[in-house]
């Protein structure tokens, strides 16, 4: 699907790769055509057996406190699908290398298990992000997956660290019944998320309405709208 970039450091962020945003460096000619500054290399981890001739479906980025966070999605050769999100560098110098003259990012940390992810959100260093998918396998099964998530930007909450590899996070918030396919929204201490025709917020704290370690985190507040419309990100105002 088309999405929006994301610009920020005087950068574009794009899923195949980040762009000088004043169209001077790697750029040439009237009008400019510019060629990527690094490419961002997506991890799947090891859970996942992805189809690489089908190739991701990019989601969407966000970034944040020198980070860029990536969403995508992927399905394996016999149509299971799988999500990701990875956090790179915004400066292209840790986890990146040259090689032929050409510069690739790998992401500083991953998180497994979004299917059908939205772009994400990042706010007071969390990336939250929701999901909601549904597929089907041969012959005819029926799949279906959703959430509303929230992992640590910098990467160490819940991450473990893995030698010559991206380390690999858990949530550190969840948010039940919050699924979704549009972008979070966060705004005066709630996350809101909008989709199954509600809109619905939740504290992005972690402490009123939740609990566990993770923690869990039901709605405090739940706004009926159109049950057939599309997901849609909130806009919030004060």
């Not at 991206?166 to 039940?176: Q, Y």
């Not at 370690?213 to 997901?231: E, F, K, M």
Request: aromatic share 8%; net charge negative.
């Amino acid at each position: 699907a088309d999405v929006a970039p994301a610009v920020a450091y005087n950068k574009v962020f794009l899923a195949e790769g980040v762009y000088d945003a004043n169209g001077q460096l790697n750029c040439s000619g009237t009008p400019r055509t510019c060629t990527a500054l690094w490419a961002n290399v997506p991890s799947d981890g090891t859970s996942a057996t992805c189809d690489q001739a089908e190739g991701d479906t990019f989601a969407g980025d966000a970034v944040a406190n020198g980070r860029v966070a990536y969403a995508f999605s992927c399905s394996d050769a016999a149509g299971n699908r799988y999500g990701f999100v990875n956090a790179f560098d915004v400066s292209g110098r840790q986890g990146c290398s040259t090689s032929g003259g050409v510069k690739s990012c790998a992401p500083l940390w991953l998180a497994e298990g979004t299917p059908g992810g939205a772009t994400p959100t990042i706010a007071n260093g969390v990336v939250y992000e929701a999901y909601s998918a549904t597929w089907i396998t041969p012959p005819m099964n029926f799949h279906s997956a959703g959430g509303l998530v929230g992992f640590d930007l910098a990467g160490v909450q819940r991450c473990q660290p893995v030698t010559g590899s991206p380390s690999i996070c858990s949530a550190i918030w969840f948010g039940t019944s919050g699924d979704s396919t549009s972008q979070p929204s966060v705004a005066a201490g709630l996350v809101y998320s909008e989709g199954h025709g509600a809109a619905r917020a939740f504290d992005a704290s972690g402490a009123t309405g939740c609990s566990g370690s993770g923690p869990a985190c039901s709605a405090l507040r739940t706004i009926s709208i159109n049950p057939n419309g599309l997901d849609t990100s909130a806009t919030i105002a004060w």
